[in-house]
């Protein structure tokens, strides 16, 4: 007779559950992204129930710093459709990225570089939190956006010949 021995859990550290809610696929052909760094947003309740149900706009977006701060500047949020519009948000505000002193210093000195920026990759779940991605990027000219279309098309071509 065997005694039930005891579950052992292999991992005690689990891997919170991301779940992509919005993306700027516009910035990765605009930018070349050098780095990125996950933030936290802060953000008023029908903002948060208007970006779970995927209505949240990263495209026109970027960073700007005042005061020590970081903020979010034209991101789109829709409003919340089940709620009267006295306690909805505005869908342009300026919301505050939560990020520590030394990585907001860290990306003030990264931005100061000669063409530098800050945009917005993506916006996920992470856990019950929701989490903003970050690039440092600099802007493509028109000759390197031809160049990679290039590359994209020369890639597909080598993908289509080898499955035939």
């Known amino acids: ?26 910035a990765k052909f605009q930018y070349e992204i050098h780095e990125t760094i996950e933030a936290g947003i802060e953000l008023l309740g029908t903002e948060v129930k208007s970006i779970r149900n995927g209505k949240a706009n990263l495209r026109d977006g970027y960073c700007s710093f005042r005061n020590g701060e970081i903020l979010l500047l034209n991101v789109h949020i829709s409003p919340h459709k089940n709620v009267g519009s006295f306690f909805n948000h505005d869908p342009l505000r300026n919301r505050k990225l939560l990020l520590h002193k030394k990585e907001i210093i860290k990306l003030k ?6 063409g530098m920026t800050i945009i917005p990759l993506s916006i996920y779940l992470k856990g019950s939190w929701i989490k903003l991605k970050l690039g440092i990027g600099k802007g493509k000219k028109l000759h390197d956006k031809r160049q990679a279309d290039k590359q994209k098309s ?11």
Request: charge should be positive; glycine fraction near 0%; hydrophobic fraction near 25%.
């Open 154 to 164: 020369i890639k597909k071509e080598i993908n289509s010949a080898l499955k035939r």
């Open 1 to 26: 007779m065997q005694k039930n021995s005891p579950k052992i859990n292999k991992n005690p550290k689990k891997e919170p559950i991301l779940k992509r809610l919005a993306d700027n696929r516009y």
């Open 109 to 114: 000195s990264n931005t100061e570089k000669k």
